[in-house]
């Protein structure tokens, strides 16, 4: 996917307003180095007590801390890998709470290599659902890691991340590390069954 380049929504800035906006790039360096990156989200609660202390829009507040949420790496230039090279077997796998994680293989491009994480669900059960969940991938701070595609297949998913630069062919000394937040589903979306029925369409 194309990354769109930015444009300035508008020729006008209030000069005024650059020793505040200086101050503000500084808090959020302090944010991101107090958080590691990793901010979360306010309680809906305490951005109301914000809202109301400062006489700010709560919902713009909500909009504001809901962009905070992703670190900067997300919007780096976007790499696509090309020139592809050869496959490399990695078979690396660990159990956590009777989930599997493994890396099995990889990609190997001019310009990146591709990551391959398998998740399958260690139950007896026949039939299992597993919930939403975003994944990160790290490896080092010197390698940038996005996802890139993602499918399920009855106990188990698998997932795609493109790192650059790209890893070397032998990877036995470096340590891959996921990150698995589970995502809330949504009550308010209403359940809908089908019905037994034959439906002609002309």
Not at 30 to 45: C, I, V
Request: glycine share 4%; hydrophobic share 35%; net charge negative.
């Amino acid at each position: 996917m194309m990354q769109m380049p930015f444009r300035s929504p508008t020729d006008y800035y209030c000069k005024n307003l650059i020793p505040i906006d200086e101050q503000i790039c500084g808090l959020l360096e302090k944010r991101k180095e107090l958080s590691n990156n990793n901010p979360g989200f306010p309680s809906l609660e305490i951005i109301s007590v914000w809202s109301q202390k400062y006489g700010l829009n709560e919902n713009w507040l909500r909009r504001i801390f809901a962009s905070y949420m992703f670190c900067e790496e997300r919007l780096q230039p976007l790499v696509e890998p090309t020139g592809f090279l050869h496959f490399v077997s990695i078979l690396k796998s660990v159990e956590n709470d009777n989930m599997t994680y493994a890396i099995t293989h990889m990609k190997q491009y001019r310009n990146a290599t591709v990551v391959y994480v398998e998740t399958e669900i260690n139950t007896i059960e026949p039939f299992v659902i597993l919930g939403h969940a975003s994944f990160e991938l790290f490896i080092s701070p010197e390698y940038h890691c996005r996802q890139g595609s993602g499918t399920g297949h009855g106990k188990g998913m698998q997932h795609s991340f493109i790192v650059t630069p790209a890893l070397p062919d032998d990877v036995s000394d470096l340590e891959f590390r996921l990150r698995v937040k589970p995502l809330p589903e949504n009550p308010e979306f209403q359940k809908v069954s089908f019905k037994e029925a034959t439906v002609t369409i002309k």
